[in-house]
Each structure stands twice: as structure tokens, then as C-alpha cells.
């Protein structure tokens, strides 16, 4: 299967047919709804998940995050490591850890899936586009 990164990148660079770039015109026209239908509704599980998450914080906690946040902004570091740093900064309750532990396996599944739909289409428009490029 064409990776979908150089398809994207190299279609202008496949010197294609008319005929092709109608077909791909037409394939990407009936995908483009169904990835922005699935993007934004990983978007959505994504944005809830983390306004549930902030509800479980402190006002204190909240600005804490936020300093955190523009502090990140500045700085290149490493992922892993700053989300570890960050949730020992927060002073988090055990309590609080609890609930964001909750949150977090109730909404995983729900972004997994969001996520893989949106694979799916993407994958799916794009094999229909090789399709046509190998024709």
C-alpha cells in the first residue's frame, strides 16, 4: 500500500492524466466529509475529556497547568519526562489521580475509536487513489 504521507506529497509529482486527477478529484471529494467528520469528532472526545479532567483541579492547579502550558510553549523537552514533571508540580490528590484515572478509561476507547474511523477513511481514500494511479 502507497504510504499516505508520499502520496500526498508526490501526487503533483506523478505527472498524471486527465482522467486521473478527475477520478482522484472525485475520490477525494466523497473522503474529504468523512475525515473531517471523524477529526473533529476525535477533536470533540478529546476537548470533553480534558475539560472533565480539569474539573477534577483546583483553581490553584488550574493556574499551575496553565503556567505549565505556556512554560512548555518556550521550551523543547522532551514529552515523556514533562508529562511526568507536570503531574508531580500539581500536587494532584490521590483522590484527584483517581478521577483523572477514571476519566481517562472512560474516554481512551472513545478517542481509540474516533481515531481509528479517521484512519480508516483516510486509509480507504488512499487506496482508491493508488488504485487510480496504477491504472
Known amino acids: ?24 478529484a472525485d475520490i477525494r471529494k466523497g473522503y474529504r466529509p468523512k475525515v473531517q467528520d471523524a477529526a473533529k469528532a476525535l477533536r470533540t ?7 472533565k479532567i480539569g ?11 496553565q ?12 514529552r515523556r519526562a514533562h ?6 508540580e500539581l500536587n494532584l490528590t490521590d483522590e484527584q489521580k483517581t478521577k483523572i484515572a477514571d476519566i481517562r478509561k ?17 486509509r480507504e481514500e488512499i487506496e482508491q487513489i493508488a488504485a487510480v494511479i496504477k491504472e
Do not use: Y
Not at 499516505?4 to 492524466?17: C, F, G, H, K, S
Not at 474539573?55 to 497547568?65: A, H, Y
Not at 508529562?83 to 508531580?88: A, F, P, V
Open 1 to 24: 500500500m502507497v504510504r499516505v504521507a508520499v502520496l500526498v506529497e508526490r501526487i503533483q509529482d506523478l505527472q498524471l492524466t486527465d482522467a486521473q486527477e478527475a477520478k482522484i
Open 45 to 51: 472526545l478529546v476537548k470533553e475529556e480534558v475539560e
Open 55 to 65: 474539573d477534577v483541579l483546583t483553581e490553584e492547579q488550574k493556574q499551575k497547568l
Open 67 to 78: 503556567e505549565l502550558r505556556e512554560e512548555r510553549k518556550e521550551q523543547v523537552r522532551d
Open 83 to 88: 508529562r511526568i514533571e507536570t503531574r508531580k
Open 106 to 122: 472512560e474516554f481512551r476507547p472513545k478517542v481509540h475509536e474516533a481515531s481509528n474511523k479517521l484512519r480508516a477513511a483516510v
